[in-house]
Nanobody
């Protein structure tokens, strides 16, 4: 199982970024896929999830600003982040599950920094 995240960077408050995560080593279309983030000193948290039938749910802190989507043809999940805030600063990761815990394997993540 492998996850490769990309698309992070430095952006000003109010700006946008689009993250991508390419997965391999499992049958992507069977799994629910989540975007997680971890800020310094904090635990990793789930911010958005898309089920295998493309239902979505979001953490309250990002609802209305972030949009998760998936393309099963290329085993990739996306996170469109708009109206970014400094508190969105974190390393962002993706992972997959079948309704319980995600895989033990994690990618390197992609750093998102929101600062003026």
């Amino acid at each position: 199982v492998q996850f490769v995240e990309s698309g992070g960077g430095l952006v000003q408050p109010g700006g946008s970024l689009r993250l991508s995560c390419e997965a391999s080593g499992f049958i992507f279309s069977y799994y629910h896929i989540g975007w997680y983030r971890q800020a310094p000193g904090n635990q990793r948290e789930l911010v958005a999830q898309i089920t295998r039938v493309s239902s979505t749910k979001y953490a309250d802190s990002v609802k209305g600003r972030f949009t998760i989507s998936r393309d099963n043809a290329i085993n990739t999940v996306f996170l469109q982040m708009d109206r970014l805030k400094p508190e969105d600063t974190a390393v962002y990761y993706c992972n997959a599950d079948l309704g319980s815990s995600p895989f033990d394997a994690w990618g390197q993540g992609t750093q998102v920094t929101v600062s003026s």
